[in-house]
């Protein structure tokens, strides 16, 4: 089975720094998209940042040149996402979820629906 693992939040002060990891285990495909989403308390599930299949790297303006994705493949079938966020702001808290096998064509990345696996989420709180 696909399991993705989230872990990494915390509550911090804005200006500061965390890095989310999302362990991917069960999954081959190394052809599709993988990427993180936010949810805040009553608003939808948004694309934060995604990496496709060829290192092509995608980032919601709201969070451009303050956070990274990047993708460690350490062997066949298990890997590992991470987000590095810089410079963290009140409105980043949200919680944040690992998505895999997507498909990342133009502005999909972005949407809930063109990817299949989810983590459980991550809480991050910024004050």
């Known amino acids: 089975d696909v399991q993705l693992v989230e872990s990494g939040g915390g509550s911090v002060q804005a200006g500061e720094s965390l890095r989310l990891s999302c362990v991917v285990s069960?999954?081959?495909?190394?052809?599709?998209?993988m990427g993180w989403f936010r949810q805040a308390p009553g608003k939808e599930r948004v694309g934060v940042a995604a990496f496709d299949a060829d290192g092509t790297t995608s980032y919601a303006h709201s969070v451009q040149g303050r956070f990274t994705i990047s993708l460690d493949k350490a062997k066949e079938g298990n890997s590992t996402l991470y987000l590095q966020m810089d410079n963290l702001k009140p409105e980043d808290t949200a919680r944040y979820y690992c998505?895999?096998?997507?498909?990342?064509?133009?502005?999909?990345?972005?949407?809930?629906?063109?990817?299949?696996?989810w983590g459980q989420g991550t809480q991050v709180t910024v004050s």
């Open positions: 998505a895999a096998h997507g498909v990342c064509t133009g502005d999909n990345w972005k949407v809930v629906k063109y990817f299949t696996y």
């Open positions: 069960g999954y081959r495909y190394s052809t599709y998209c």
